[in-house]
């Protein structure tokens, strides 16, 4: 790779089709990197099964991302892309770095806390050492930058007390405090106005979806709740689907809603099919390389692989680093 700004790594869990808040949130983020730095995307594989009860659809979730991560404009030529699994060393690092890891920091983190109502039946191991397996995901690469939103921010700097804790007790400087870089869209709101966007609770608007479902999920999106009848003026700066015009509308119909709902001049349903028109006007390319990608699966297949076989050479180089900073035996010249 060449050497840019700095080094950018993320991943994220294969939850298949993509929708709008990872789009905003992640996607088109990792996209404008691509310019700037040299970016490693994983599609971290691993981590799923930390909270799933069956990994049927695992490999066909890794796929459907991977569209979507390429039709939205990663290129596998510019970044380094890849699953999770086809780079083992990250299970070898992470159990290193566990060694360095106080259990009491791992159960006082505020996500494992919330991943713990979340799942109350399948507390396992994984799911509490999460933190270290992602710690090992941007170790691994020496990454200098890691774009997460606000609510991965304590995993991240869990990481670079991980760094400063391993450096120290084994006297090294082998391993690379990260610095955090902020998203534009730090909390994308799902279809019910109330919570983020996920898939778990069916308020995600899909960005492959086509136009038909995506104008039927738009339209059940929730305004203004206190705007009770059409005759009712309107308040767009608590209304959701206002929110999603500032990001796909043109500027004129912006300004247009803005006006018009605050003195009950257009409706919630008009100005609901306003929105849903010009976002799936918006999506259509992304949507047009997504129909093209998906008749391609074996290249983007191979793609995927020659990630993986680049993100393993910068691992190997890691890890022989690693292991000689702890003074574990070598294997071998």
């Known amino acids: 790779m060449k050497n840019k700004k700095g080094l950018v790594f993320s991943g994220a869990r294969p939850t298949g089709r993509q929708h709008l808040g990872n789009l905003l949130g992640a996607i088109q983020n990792y996209v404008a990197l691509q310019s700037e730095y040299d970016c490693i995307y994983s599609i971290v594989d691993i981590h799923a099964l930390t909270t799933v009860e069956t990994t049927?659809?695992?490999?066909?979730?890794?796929?459907?991302?991977?569209?979507?991560?390429?039709?939205a404009g990663i290129d596998p030529e510019q970044s380094i892309m890849f699953i999770q699994s086809h780079v083992?060393?990250?299970?070898?690092?992470?159990?290193?770095?566990?060694?360095?890891?106080?259990?009491?920091?791992?159960?006082?983190?505020?996500?494992?806390?919330?991943?713990?109502?979340?799942h109350p039946q399948n507390v396992n191991y994984g799911l509490l050492g999460y933190p270290v397996l992602m710690s090992a995901d941007i170790l691994l690469y020496k990454a200098e930058i890691v774009p997460v939103g606000i609510d991965q921010a304590p995993h991240l700097e869990f990481t670079r007390e991980v760094v400063r804790s391993f450096n120290y007790r084994y006297g090294t400087q082998v391993l690379v405090?990260?610095?955090?870089?902020?998203?534009?869209?730090?909390?994308?709101?799902?279809?019910?106005?109330?919570?983020?966007?996920?898939?778990?609770?069916?308020?995600?608007?899909?960005?492959?979806?086509?136009?038909?479902?995506?104008q039927k999920r738009v339209m059940t999106m929730v305004t203004d709740p206190a705007r009770l009848r059409?005759?009712?003026?309107?308040?767009p700066d608590v209304c959701n689907v206002f929110s999603f015009?500032?990001?796909?509308?043109p500027q004129e119909d912006i300004d247009m809603v803005d006006r018009e709902c605050r003195v009950a001049g257009i409706g919630c349903v008009d100005c609901k099919k306003l929105m849903a028109k010009h976002l799936n006007a918006s999506l259509a390319p992304l949507r047009e390389r997504r129909r093209e990608l998906e008749t391609k699966t074996d290249q983007v297949l191979e793609q995927l692989y020659d990630g993986a076989d680049r993100a393993r050479k910068i691992a190997d180089q890691t890890m022989r680093e690693v292991r000689d900073a702890i003074g574990l035996p070598r294997y071998r010249a």
Request: with cysteine; net charge negative.
């Open 56 to 71: 049927a659809g695992l490999r066909e979730n890794c796929m459907e991302m991977a569209l979507d991560w390429l039709a």
């Open 88 to 118: 083992p060393q990250v299970m070898e690092l992470h159990t290193l770095l566990s060694m360095v890891v106080p259990m009491g920091k791992l159960t006082d983190l505020p996500t494992f806390k919330e991943k713990v109502r979340m």
């Open 245 to 249: 015009h500032k990001m796909f509308s």
């Open 177 to 214: 405090e990260p610095q955090m870089k902020g998203t534009k869209f730090t909390k994308v709101l799902g279809t019910d106005g109330v919570n983020k966007m996920s898939k778990s609770l069916d308020n995600e608007i899909e960005i492959a979806a086509d136009e038909e479902t995506t």
């Open 230 to 235: 059409r005759s009712d003026p309107g308040n």
